[in-house]
């Protein structure tokens, strides 16, 4: 039986659309007689009208001739009839209500060129309308491997007469020959429904939650029997054969069981307490967790008495002398020869402060001396034109008693701290190590010149008396 005739035997008609070139309208002619089907010069009641989609006489010939009361025509592509020649049937106008053509909108989200071209003429041959808008179409085509798919679905779902669909729907309804939209399934929302029963909890169900609490929380006192975690992980024991029976109920119902019947259940948790008599803090038990290790740090160790104090002591030993004189302070300096390093005194001297700091654990170079005949710290380091004046000492200006104090000559290399320190020494007729052992100890070369002034002015007395 030929493609184009009806049950009847007769023919089907076509009328082609007029601006369409003359070759095409020539081939359409010779295929649709060749499938049993007939060309009209007019508009037919019943049959196809094959347009140019896109075209002006496309829309114009829609606009008068399409109506509700003339179902049985149908406004197709032209390319229709060599669909139906390939598919070797007649294409059903499953896309079609009301004698209207059904609104889709193709979605960005099939972005294959091809894929969308070819969605589009299917479905303008089985009569639907694939242009319209996203608010204006009933259908909306996505692809369903994309996650804007189920949130055009989440959109979309709650309106009315407003379906989305994937893009193989379109295929699966031609292939079935009608218009079925994908079926929604009702999901519960949860909780129990209406006249379904509880599941009652049984006496086995309270006591192995008691055994389960005194196992976990064996001391009501130290709290947490009401809260969540305790239940939640009771339910997540449920893999363990051993605790099956959890699956009984949610956590949700094991702690309001529990809650409910506080009073009596704590009284079963005691006895269990009593025969098992676990001790707290025992592993396994809900709130405790291990204990960090210590770390082994050396404790640092305390300053019984600051600098000041100490400084003062050696201060009051060297000039404690009243008024009257009666007191005189000894001070016995050691006289043994030392072939290197110098003499000390017999004064307690405490370390320096650069030392204790170091004895604490803390290197801090912002507050650091020099000690004897280390390198001077950051902060003492001369400038580089200093520097560059102790390399060259003939630029440097000749003053008259600036390089020798009482017939001593002084080193013009040594840094103005370490000259200072050594004028005092000659000054005062006292060893060098003398007076940097000191200045090391006060920091300050104001001091450090009037305590040994003084001193010798001490000596100087004795000496006469």
């Not at 440097?396 to 600036?402: A, E, G, L």
Request: glycine share 6%; hydrophobic share 30%; aromatic share 8%.
């Amino acid at each position: 039986m030929p493609i184009f005739q009806d049950a009847n035997g007769l023919a089907i008609k076509f009328f082609i659309q007029k601006d369409i070139a003359q070759e095409i309208q020539a081939e359409l002619c010779e295929v649709v007689a060749s499938l049993g089907g007939r060309v009209e010069a007019k508009v037919p009641r019943q049959g196809y009208v094959l347009v140019q989609p896109g075209t002006a006489e496309e829309e114009r010939l829609r606009l008068c001739w399409m109506a509700q009361d003339r179902p049985q025509r149908h406004f197709v592509p032209y390319t229709y009839v060599e669909a139906c020649k390939i598919a070797g049937m007649q294409l059903k106008q499953i896309f079609v209500e009301n004698g209207l053509p059904v609104k889709m909108h193709i979605h960005p989200s099939i972005a294959n060129i091809n894929a969308r071209t070819t969605l589009s003429q299917r479905i303008m041959h089985s009569g639907g309308d694939p242009t319209s808008s996203p608010q204006s179409a009933k259908i909306i085509l996505a692809d369903p491997n994309t996650e804007v798919f189920q949130h055009l679905v989440k959109t979309y779902q709650g309106i009315p007469d407003k379906h989305v669909e994937s893009y193989l729907w379109v295929k699966k309804c031609v292939e079935k020959g009608s218009l079925v939209y994908t079926p929604l399934i009702y999901k519960n929302p949860g909780g129990r429904r209406p006249g379904e029963e509880r599941t009652p909890f049984t006496e086995d169900d309270e006591q192995r939650l008691c055994e389960w609490i005194a196992a976990k929380i064996p001391y009501k006192q130290t709290g947490g029997r009401t809260g969540n975690r305790l239940y939640q992980q009771l339910c997540e024991m449920i893999a363990d054969p051993e605790y099956a029976w959890v699956s009984r109920h949610t956590w949700q119902s094991w702690r309001e069981r529990y809650k409910k019947n506080a009073v009596r259940l704590d009284t079963m948790i005691a006895q269990i307490v009593d025969q098992k008599k676990p001790v707290p803090g025992e592993q396994g038990q809900y709130g405790y967790v291990r204990q960090d290790e210590e770390n082994n740090k050396r404790p640092r160790k305390k300053r019984t008495k600051p600098a000041e104090q100490n400084l003062h002591k050696q201060e009051m030993i060297i000039g404690g002398i009243n008024g009257n004189g009666a007191e005189v302070p000894v001070i016995v300096f050691d006289a043994s020869p030392v072939e290197s390093g110098p003499s000390t005194s017999r004064v307690f001297v405490r370390n320096s402060p650069a030392e204790e700091e170091l004895e604490d654990g803390e290197d801090s170079e912002e507050w650091a001396v020099r000690i004897g005949n280390e390198p001077p710290p950051k902060w003492g380091k001369r400038p580089a034109s200093e520097e560059s004046e102790a390399r060259n000492p003939r630029k440097r200006m000749k003053s008259d008693d600036s390089d020798s104090i009482q017939g001593t000559l002084l080193d013009p290399g040594v840094h103005l701290i370490d000259r200072t320190l050594q004028e005092i020494a000659t000054q005062y007729r006292f060893t060098l190590e003398e007076v940097k052992e000191f200045y090391d100890q006060c920091g300050e070369m104001e001091r450090t010149k009037n305590r040994f002034q003084k001193m010798r002015q001490i000596l100087s007395s004795i000496g006469e008396s």
